[in-house]
């Protein structure tokens, strides 16, 4: 069983950074795609943030310029830097990971990070 742990969030005032990290453990398959949603009160699942194991990497508009995502395959891990952040980025932030298996592919989710930004 894929295992994702997410780790980084908290309070921070407008403005400031934050580095969430969110490492996959338990599979036996490549990982291909891994990224992050977030997910606001009241408010639907959205993109943030994707990158592929080949580095190539997919923003939502709202995160552009201020957002940055990196992965080092070799731990199975990603990273998402969040610089001059904004009271509208306050969310629940989720990992997730699609494992390639042999006739199939599955995405896994992290349990989810809080991120809160203060005015």
């Known amino acids: 069983q894929v295992q994702l742990v997410e780790s980084g969030g908290g309070l921070v005032q407008a403005g400031g950074s934050l580095r969430l990290s969110c490492a996959a453990s338990g599979s036996r398959f490549s990982i291909n795609f891994m990224g992050w949603y977030r997910q606001a009160p009241g408010k639907q699942r959205e993109l943030v943030a994707t990158?592929?194991?080949?580095?190539?990497?997919n923003y939502a508009d709202s995160v552009k310029g201020r957002f940055t995502i990196s992965r080092d395959n070799a731990k199975n891990t990603v990273y998402l830097q969040i610089n001059s952040l904004k009271p509208e980025d306050t969310a629940v932030y989720y990992c997730?990971?699609?494992?390639?298996?042999?006739?199939?592919?599955?995405?896994?989710w992290g349990q989810g990070t809080q991120v809160t930004v203060s005015s």
């Open positions: 990158i592929t194991s080949g580095g190539s990497t």
């Open positions: 997730d990971a699609e494992v390639v298996r042999i006739v199939d592919r599955v995405h896994y």
